[in-house]
């Protein structure tokens, strides 16, 4: 068995993907993370949609979902009494079969010599589902902003910290068993998939690269074996201690878990938590509600702390959450967990009641109102779409279907503020072996960015000065485009406060000057959400200025340090990932993500400072450090 990240060559996405990604990322890295939307997808439909489950294919279906784009992943765990065991098998393995001899519904095989022949008849998983954009297909030159391609330092190695128990034959001979019309192996368990999440964190874990996962865990119970075809019984024998969801979790990535207990104390006391660290951290008022006591101290009881808080002030990349239980499993110890997995409907809430049409325009459902611009009149907490209501819509269920629509309604599910969730499988193949529509799937939900962009400089360009298309216009219906910093233009302004409340100043500027160009009240800005860039798109669509084909007005994101390296924060912004003689040593520290173990580091400061007296032999530089109007320092993490 295979437990490595290990994607399918072509899966990873090229340029200008690379940068579409990375800019969302950093430009929604200091927003509460429950407002930040992303594709999500389920295990049984992408993975295990001919009932086979099987160790190594399952692990290229999930190491293809995570290089495409998918972060959040809803897991069928079934409880094998007999083995007391969490599998991903929906029947249970016996504990010992014999090999020789027959039975009516059992037979073992080895997944080198054999194939399960009933499995041929067995149709896809498919259940309703959600929506993305058309990619395009033509070849680009774009600046191809990866990991790869800056010299980044290795990110720090866990070593030891693999249970020994997780351990499995790294082979594709694991024995197989049919059962009914499942075949499984023994090894499918849920400590093989959470030792796959950990090699993919450690693979991860440098400042490019790191992003956050959610799982979301429906429980069940394993049918008998005996009578696959009948509904499970409730077990005799529930999950105890070390057998429970919290505790599994915990024996592999303890160190990399955002738990509800963490959460609590975060709320309790911000001025201890999100007010404590870099601005880069800190969640932007206008998202959470705030109550100081009598001894100025400030909590929120439904503030949700931003993804650069959790991975480079906690050290942490992965937050786990119930989903759905069975009846059976109703008596399953829940609360034993509470202190690890978030309740149910906790990081996930499915919106009902959305339509749309043939070719994918939401007509009801979208959180975007024109009339409501304050975000407690627009609550887009953690919303989920899964199109379980979109009956008659075209999905694409087989290899010759029709992507677009389903693109079209994935981008615009995205636009509406609302996380799109996979729940049937796609073009009716596995991602394990059919992962090019997966990829267009969790690229279709790119909100930023428009077709072909950003695009290189150097390409195309009319001008004696190519090197000053580097900062980028929004426009009101095709996305972000690189634009001329010396063209004068109208710039983007949002309200303090007020994320979904934009305007468009009233008289053209470079955008050198753009930052000092906004009324009282509002500040030169880049939508940092999908929600707040369709917010924008109407500011643009109302402001009554006629805009060329493809022009609009300047937002603050531009790459005049280092091509294809896009930053806030105005022309003099330096891009925080690329070392150079005069920045080596700070740019070492912003490389690497906070240590694992959060007791060594509990500020960025403290981090700062460990590491400078590490590196005493060598050169030292002070540099100067830029801070944006929205509150974004390059401190330790891009922005």
Known sequence: MNENYSPSDGATPLAPYTTKFLSQRDLGIAVPINFVTGPGVSLSAACFSSLRFEDDEAALCLSNLLAVGFRRFEVDLYWDEGRESWSMCPVDVPTSVQQTGSTPTLSLFTSMNSSNSNMDNIPSITSSAISARQLATSSSSSANLSSSEYPLSTASSLGETLPSYSSLPDSSNNALYTIGLYTCTTTITLSTFTSQLLDYINKTQNTIAANLLYIIVNVHAAASSSSPFLSSAAPRKFPQASSLLGAQFSTNLSDYLYTPSMLSEDRANINNSWYRVSEIYRPPDGYYTLEKNGYDIYSTEDGWPSEGYIELSRSRRLLVGFGKFDPQMQNYNSTADKDTIFPSGYIRSTRPNITASSAGQVTEGCLFRADAIDTSQVNSSWATATGSNLTGFPYPVTPTSDLSPFLALTLNITQCGISPFLNFTLSGTSAASGFSSYKNYASSTIWSWGLDEPRNYTEGVDSNSPELFRCAIATWSSGWRVSDCSTKRFAACRAHSQPYNWTINDYAISFTYAQNACPKGYQFAVPRTALENSYL??????????????????????????????????????????????????????????????????????ALTVFAKAAGNRRRRKVKKKRADNGFIYEGVPS
């Open 537 to 606: 798109a109407k500011a643009l669509q109302d402001s009554g200025i006629e805009f060329d084909s493809g022009s609009g007005a300047w937002i603050d994101f531009n790459s005049l340090d280092y091509e294809g390296c896009w930053v806030v924060g105005g022309p003099d912004e330096r891009c925080p990932y690329v070392e150079d003689p005069e920045l080596a040593d700070e740019l070492h520290r912003k490389q690497i993500l906070v240590p694992t173990i959060a007791a060594i580091i509990v500020l960025i400061i403290t």
